[in-house]
């Protein structure tokens, strides 16, 4: 076990060190992520982030949820990024020039991005409201659900691009994880070439170290599936037909079936009817089962549509169904095994803290951002798997080993998955909030 991170005193200081990272990246009507890397807001950073808030600033909870919503499409879609107006142009790549969604009718007022990222934000609402359960989050809640609900719905009818039940992620970046090893497959088949950047001037590798970060010719794919799906208009349409990257991703999919159990326990609370909810919970996760699970490995692995094909790299995003209440017990079991196995190092007592890629992969990497590292996102997600499925033991040792990274680090981004050193920004947002909510 980490050092600081056992007694009461301990716990005062990183929840003043939490609350005050939250304060001091709270920004009018949300929190960005990080001051220096990510200075607008981003959609399941704010639903992480509310989660946390709830607990401190229950107000700033639903208002930084709202205020994302406020961005959300006429179709639906949440945005990944809404830029706030008054930061310098250029300050974040690729910005409002790139994602130009001020030209597609339907988008909002404020400048967007055109992508979404994992559904989490149904599930972090009721989280919020547990956390504090007033008039005044009833009445949010109740603002929120059609907002969630309209979310789901252009999930379900517009990004179903195999017609199986499951959403199909467009970019990388909808997933959350850019660089996961996940997308290696599906990325090499994307055509770019690495000398487009310089075109281009990231800001990234300013405020962080370019060895930590995605590469220039990631970026230049980025760009170009960006351009493509730009082209098309950010229609859903037609997608199989052309668009280069259409990947179903377990982590998108088990948030996307958690939201339908968290709507329905939102339904009830304010009135309205759970039983749809709970009817396309269950139709989810049996298409996860159906289409995400491999049998020879156990766990859970993204589909390229475009080969029809299950991605091989072995990924923390398979262990993520595990947030899924109604996923069947051999199944579970079998990712509980996947957690404990050398790949990902799971335990009472955890050694090291858990990766984000499989640690004995020739091709991890501790340094880059999702090959590696540990986010407390991911770890917060898969602790609350481990409870849901009955190793209460398990998610106690992961919750002391995240406790630990941030005991020893700080509210960084990431952290080297060896020695818990803290690599990205040094006062993230999420980091911050879901340490709070660990701690409560
Ligand atoms: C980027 C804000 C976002 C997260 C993503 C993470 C990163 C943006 O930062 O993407 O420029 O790389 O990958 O999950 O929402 O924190």
Redesign the pocket.
Same mark, same amino acid.
């Given at each position: 076990e980490a050092a600081g991170t056992g007694g009461p005193a301990d716990a005062t200081r990183l929840r003043r060190l939490a609350v005050d990272t939250l304060d001091a990246n709270w920004e009018h009507d949300h929190t960005v =992520? /990080?001051r220096t890397?990510?200075p607008h807001q981003? /959609? $399941? !950073?704010s639903a992480f982030i509310a989660i946390g808030l709830a607990q401190v600033r229950p107000d700033r909870a639903w208002r930084e949820l709202a205020s994302l919503f406020r961005a959300q499409w006429a179709d639906g879609r949440v945005p990944?990024i809404v830029f706030n107006p008054a930061i310098r142009v250029g300050a974040?790549f690729p910005g409002p020039e790139m994602w130009r969604s001020a030209d597609v009718p339907g988008a909002p007022a404020v400048a967007t991005s055109g992508l979404v990222?994992p559904p989490v934000h149904a599930l972090a609402a009721l989280l919020a409201y547990r956390r504090a359960p007033d008039p005044r989050g009833l009445a949010a809640l109740r603002r929120l659900y059609p907002a969630l609900v309209a979310q789901q719905r252009y999930l379900a009818d517009r990004r179903d691009v195999a017609g199986d039940g499951l959403v199909c992620i467009v970019h990388p $970046?909808e997933s959350?994880? !850019?660089n996961s090893p996940a997308w290696d497959e599906p990325m090499a088949a994307v055509p770019a070439e690495a000398a487009v950047m310089r075109a281009y001037r990231r800001h !990234?590798t300013t405020h962080a170290d370019a060895a930590h970060? =995605?590469t220039d010719l990631d970026y230049a794919r980025y760009l170009a599936i960006v351009a493509a799906y730009r082209e098309h208009g950010y229609a859903d349409r037609d997608l199989a037909d052309g668009h280069p990257f259409l990947v179903e991703c377990p982590l998108f999919n088990a948030a996307f079936g958690a939201a339908e159990h968290a709507l329905a326990e939102i339904a009830a609370l304010i009135g309205d009817d759970p039983g749809p909810h709970r009817a396309r919970a269950t139709r989810i996760t049996e298409a996860l089962l159906r289409r995400l699970h491999d049998p020879d490995t156990g766990t859970f692995q993204p589909r390229d549509l475009r080969t029809d094909r299950l991605v091989n790299a072995r990924t923390v995003l398979g262990l993520t169904p595990l947030i899924l209440p109604d996923l069947p017990t051999r199944q579970a079991d079998a990712l509980v095994v996947e957690a404990r196995s050398a790949r990902f190092g799971v335990a009472r007592r955890m050694d090291r803290p858990l990766p984000t890629y499989d640690r004995t992969a020739p091709d991890f990497e501790p340094l880059r951002? $999702?090959r590696g590292p540990s986010w407390l996102n991911i770890g917060w997600l898969v602790r609350r798997g481990l409870l849901t499925h009955g190793h209460p033991e398990l998610a106690a040792g992961l919750r002391r080993s995240m406790i630990g990274l941030v005991a020893g680090a700080g509210c960084h981004?990431y952290f080297h998955p060896d020695t818990g050193a803290g690599l990205g920004s040094p006062s993230?947002? $999420?980091t911050a909030a879901l340490v709070l909510d660990l701690l409560a």
């Amino acid at each position: 076990e980490a050092a600081g991170t056992g007694g009461p005193a301990d716990a005062t200081r990183l929840r003043r060190l939490a609350v005050d990272t939250l304060d001091a990246n709270w920004e009018h009507d949300h929190t960005v =992520p /990080s001051r220096t890397l990510y200075p607008h807001q981003w /959609s $399941w !950073d704010s639903a992480f982030i509310a989660i946390g808030l709830a607990q401190v600033r229950p107000d700033r909870a639903w208002r930084e949820l709202a205020s994302l919503f406020r961005a959300q499409w006429a179709d639906g879609r949440v945005p990944h990024i809404v830029f706030n107006p008054a930061i310098r142009v250029g300050a974040y790549f690729p910005g409002p020039e790139m994602w130009r969604s001020a030209d597609v009718p339907g988008a909002p007022a404020v400048a967007t991005s055109g992508l979404v990222q994992p559904p989490v934000h149904a599930l972090a609402a009721l989280l919020a409201y547990r956390r504090a359960p007033d008039p005044r989050g009833l009445a949010a809640l109740r603002r929120l659900y059609p907002a969630l609900v309209a979310q789901q719905r252009y999930l379900a009818d517009r990004r179903d691009v195999a017609g199986d039940g499951l959403v199909c992620i467009v970019h990388p $970046w909808e997933s959350g994880l !850019d660089n996961s090893p996940a997308w290696d497959e599906p990325m090499a088949a994307v055509p770019a070439e690495a000398a487009v950047m310089r075109a281009y001037r990231r800001h !990234d590798t300013t405020h962080a170290d370019a060895a930590h970060r =995605p590469t220039d010719l990631d970026y230049a794919r980025y760009l170009a599936i960006v351009a493509a799906y730009r082209e098309h208009g950010y229609a859903d349409r037609d997608l199989a037909d052309g668009h280069p990257f259409l990947v179903e991703c377990p982590l998108f999919n088990a948030a996307f079936g958690a939201a339908e159990h968290a709507l329905a326990e939102i339904a009830a609370l304010i009135g309205d009817d759970p039983g749809p909810h709970r009817a396309r919970a269950t139709r989810i996760t049996e298409a996860l089962l159906r289409r995400l699970h491999d049998p020879d490995t156990g766990t859970f692995q993204p589909r390229d549509l475009r080969t029809d094909r299950l991605v091989n790299a072995r990924t923390v995003l398979g262990l993520t169904p595990l947030i899924l209440p109604d996923l069947p017990t051999r199944q579970a079991d079998a990712l509980v095994v996947e957690a404990r196995s050398a790949r990902f190092g799971v335990a009472r007592r955890m050694d090291r803290p858990l990766p984000t890629y499989d640690r004995t992969a020739p091709d991890f990497e501790p340094l880059r951002y $999702w090959r590696g590292p540990s986010w407390l996102n991911i770890g917060w997600l898969v602790r609350r798997g481990l409870l849901t499925h009955g190793h209460p033991e398990l998610a106690a040792g992961l919750r002391r080993s995240m406790i630990g990274l941030v005991a020893g680090a700080g509210c960084h981004e990431y952290f080297h998955p060896d020695t818990g050193a803290g690599l990205g920004s040094p006062s993230f947002g $999420w980091t911050a909030a879901l340490v709070l909510d660990l701690l409560a």
